[in-house]
């Protein structure tokens, strides 16, 4: 039994779902919420040291970080997601880090500034949402490179580094983060997000979380 700690509005979850929706995986879904502070629980701290979501437990074996999670899921599935091949996991290895370390780090700085600081009383930073932005225009134009000369981040084969810069990407419009002017961006992704492992999750995640911030202030 596959047990996925971790709340719907977090893109590193959604990378998560995404990859056990594709393998076509059952799991329990534990939601654990940090804004509730359920993350800090023992029990939680069990699972996840670092406190932070997702976590999985398959078994009694338990792991923290989407990534790793998604590696292990897709490497004892023995998935096309995560090739054998040396090679093709370095390249798929090198966009997840790209769109985990540089771009997901951006639009997390401008999806917590603009969207969830206000949202739980915090201090909205727009440095930080001056910088994240920043970063990001000179992120996307090298994604849109990659993708209008290949079908997929890492080449011909749909894979990890998909799943992973999809989940990034899905706070953009909440955050108003635009990407309008990156064709190859927005056909990719419109191809996926209509893709059951996708649609399983959210028909759309700006609409999930605006229902999720409704429900909160009781409208
Ligand atoms: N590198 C981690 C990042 C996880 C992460 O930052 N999770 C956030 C939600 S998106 C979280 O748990 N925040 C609560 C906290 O840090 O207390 C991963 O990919 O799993």
């Known amino acids: 039994m596959i047990k996925l700690y971790g709340l719907g509005f977090s893109f590193n979850v959604s990378k998560?779902?995404?990859?056990?929706?594709?393998?076509?995986l059952k799991y329990e879904w534990v939601q654990t919420n940090p804004?509730?502070?359920?993350?800090k629980a023992p029990e939680y701290l069990d699972v996840s040291p670092?406190?932070?979501?997702?976590?999985?437990?398959?078994?009694g074996f338990k792991l923290f970080e989407s990534n790793a999670i998604n590696?292990?899921?897709a490497v004892v599935n023995n998935s096309s997601l995560y090739p054998q091949d040396a090679k093709k996991r370095a390249v798929i290895d090198a966009w997840m880090d790209y769109a985990s370390i540089h771009v997901g780090q951006a639009v997390g700085r401008v999806l917590f500034n603009r969207v969830f600081a206000p949202m739980t009383g915090q201090k909205s930073d727009q440095e930080s949402v001056r910088v994240?932005?920043?970063?990001?225009d000179k992120y996307f134009p090298i994604l849109e490179k990659q993708l209008s000369a290949n079908p997929y981040l890492a080449g011909k084969e749909f894979s990890l580094a998909d799943i992973n810069l999809l989940a990034v990407l899905d706070p953009c419009e909440l955050s108003q983060i635009s990407i309008d002017q990156y064709p190859s961006i927005n056909k990719w992704r419109a191809g996926l997000k209509a893709q059951p492992f996708y649609q399983k999750c959210y028909k759309d995640y700006t609409q999930f979380v605006q229902e999720m911030m409704n429900a909160k202030a009781g409208k």
């Open 50 to 59: 670092t406190g932070k979501i997702p976590a999985i437990d398959i078994d």
């Open 71 to 73: 590696r292990y899921l």
């Open 16 to 24: 998560v779902r995404y990859c056990l929706n594709h393998l076509g």
């Open 35 to 39: 804004i509730a502070g359920e993350n």
């Open 132 to 136: 994240g932005l920043e970063f990001l």
